[in-house]
């Protein structure tokens, strides 16, 4: 099955830049999706097909995907983006075709 | 306002059942596929069973295939996961969420409820 391959954790200070990666065999052939999950609270789209932003979601944050790594990048780091950071693709070659990565913690420091 | 929201959450012993429910408002329920996610606290997401609109396609997960049963009732618009053979691993916060077709043909979920605690102890 196609695994996603995330770091644990990520920390950047605020109004810097922060990019969260996703890898994958040839991920960049796919289309990657993202959630934010704020503690307590159930998961948020934030980024779907790689690089859209579902109504509601700030222009700061983005992703894109080449090759083997798909990243969200959220710009001008807030408070308020400490969170879990999960992204996800559809295998169809996978009797579990909803794969997720394991998530990675943004800390605001 | 899309609104789904779970209930049916409870503690529970190992061997036993349990009747998970997502009620669903704000969208047309019986046009998508709806999905029930777990995630034990503290850890990530795991993916549990899939439902088509129609109920005429239903998958799921290895690790519940067999125990657990994914229903729909369109008229409703209610969503069920009925557990059975309950393990001390199955201990999660399940989630309820809807899918949406992306512009690949790829599948993602656009809308979550806050999810129910299932604690299976003795």
């Known amino acids: 099955s196609y695994v996603l391959t995330q770091p644990p954790s990520v920390s950047v200070a605020p109004r810097q830049t922060a990019r969260i990666t996703c890898g994958g065999i040839?991920?960049?052939?796919?289309?990657v999706h993202w959630y934010q999950q704020k503690p307590g609270q159930a998961p948020v789209l934030v980024v779907y097909?790689?690089?859209d932003r579902p109504s509601g979601i700030p222009e700061r944050i983005s992703g894109s995907n080449s090759g083997n790594t798909a990243t969200l990048t959220i710009s001008r780091v807030e408070a308020g983006d400490e969170a879990d950071y999960y992204c996800?693709?559809?295998?169809?070659?996978?009797?579990?075709?909803?794969?997720f990565g394991g998530g990675t913690k943004l800390t605001v420091l | 306002e899309v609104q789904l929201v779970e209930s049916g959450g409870v503690v529970v012993q190992p061997g036993g059942s349990l009747r998970l429910s997502c009620a669903a408002s704000?969208?047309?329920?019986?046009?998508?596929?709806m999905h029930w996610l777990r995630q034990v606290p503290g850890k990530g997401l795991e993916w549990v069973s899939l439902?088509?609109?129609?109920?005429?396609?239903?998958y799921y997960a290895t690790s519940v295939r067999g125990r657990f049963t994914i229903s729909r009732d369109n008229n409703k618009k209610s969503l069920y996961l009925q557990m059975n053979s309950l393990r001390d691993e199955d201990t999660a916060f399940y989630y309820c969420?809807?899918?949406?077709?992306?512009?690949?043909?790829?599948?993602?979920?656009?809308?979550w409820g806050r999810g129910t605690l299932v604690t299976v102890s003795s």
């Open positions: 969420a809807k899918e949406k077709m992306g512009s690949s043909s790829s599948w993602f979920l656009d809308f």
């Open positions: 439902i088509t609109w129609d109920g005429g396609n239903i």
């Open positions: 704000g969208f047309a329920f019986d046009d998508y596929g």
């Open positions: 097909d790689d690089t």
């Open positions: 996800q693709v559809w295998d169809t070659n996978s009797g579990q075709p909803w794969v």
């Open positions: 040839n991920i960049g052939r796919r289309s």
